[in-house]
Each structure stands twice: as C-alpha cells, then as structure tokens.
C-alpha cells in the first residue's frame, strides 16, 4: 500500500514536471504572465519528495510502535503486581470470616475446663460447628449430599461395594465414610461412599 502511494505520487510529480514544461513555451509567448506565475510558484508550498513522505510516515509509525510498546509494558507490570497481591491477600476474606469460630472454640475450651458435663460440652461444640457450617456456606463452600443417592462419578469416590443390599440399593449410595465439598459448584473433595452392588 505504501509502495503504490509512493508510485502516485511520483506519477503526479511527473505530470507536474511536464506541466511546467509546457507553462514554461507558453511564458515565453506571454511575457506579462510571467510575474504573476513566479508570484503564484514562491506563494505555494515546496512539496515533499515520495521519500520524504515515506521517511515521514515511518517516523510516525516508530512514536506511534513505541507508545504502544510502553502502554503494553505497564499493562503487563500492572496485572503482575495484582496477581501478587492476590496471592499474598487472597485468603484474607475466609480467615476474616472464620475469626469469630475460632474465639467461639477458645471461649469452648475455656469453659469445658470448668465443666465435667458431657452434655454441656457437647452442645457447645454442636453450636460451633453449625456456626462454622454457615461461614462456609457463605463462603460458597457446600456439602455433597449422599444419602440415598445414586453413585455419581463427578461427585462421589466409591471406596467399598457393598453386596446383598437388594435390588433397590444397587448404584446407590449405602454408606458416606467422608464427606466431599464444593466450592462455588466445583468440586473441591469428592464424597468417599460405600455403594450397593
């Protein structure tokens, strides 16, 4: 595209030339036109050269590579330092959320020192633990529901089959030996169940 601009304009450079060829035979008839010709020639601008143009234009080009250069050079120092932040401060949300089950089970603690009643210390870390439940679900963290299930392979791990259960068990979930999670519907620990076979 460069290459046929630069042709152009050597083209009309050319018709100039015999342009001025020609004005120059009809000058030397008209001697009184000569004057206002040199006026009108000294008033207009020199124009540039198909090379000039083009060395111009690179020059542009060049500013205009470099600015682009250095705004991708920021954009890329930027979004380094935010995944840096965001590793170091990442957890910051779910450790502030979990804070107060902590003083909860400190608070647990103390008093299950002054206590010998089962019961007591049981209801207390029952109250901790669906606290706890709910800072998770807040969170997004979710429990994979197993019981009376049928086994899937995208949310369950079948670590035992169990046989003799019947016809009405099989491919089912009999039994949950750990409980899986998922964090924002994707799986963060699959659910190892015991299945009828």
Request: proline fraction near 3%; charge should be negative; glycine fraction near 6%.
């Amino acid at each position: 595209m460069k290459e046929e601009k630069i042709e152009k304009e050597f083209q009309e450079n050319q018709e100039d030339t015999e342009l001025n060829t020609e004005n120059t035979e009809v000058e030397e008839q008209e001697p009184a036109q000569e004057e206002t010709d040199t006026e009108e020639t000294e008033e207009a601008p020199a124009e540039k050269t198909p090379l000039e143009a083009a060395q111009e234009e690179i020059a542009q080009l060049k500013e205009q590579m470099l600015y682009k250069a250095a705004e991708f050079d920021n954009y890329r120092k930027r979004t380094i330092k935010e995944k840096a932040e965001l590793l170091l401060n990442g957890a910051e949300k779910t450790v502030v959320a979990i804070l107060p089950v902590i003083d909860d089970m400190e608070r647990a603690i103390a008093e299950g020192k002054k206590t010998e009643d089962p019961v007591v210390i049981r209801e207390g870390m029952e109250l901790i633990f669906q606290k706890f439940q709910k800072v998770l679900e807040g969170l997004g963290v979710k429990k994979i529901e197993t019981e009376k299930q049928d086994f899937n392979v995208d949310v369950h791990e079948a670590i035992a089959m169990v046989p003799g259960m019947g016809d009405e068990n099989k491919g089912k979930v009999i039994d949950c030996v750990l409980t899986g999670y998922t964090l924002n519907d994707k799986v963060i620990r699959h659910a190892k169940v015991a299945v009828g076979q």
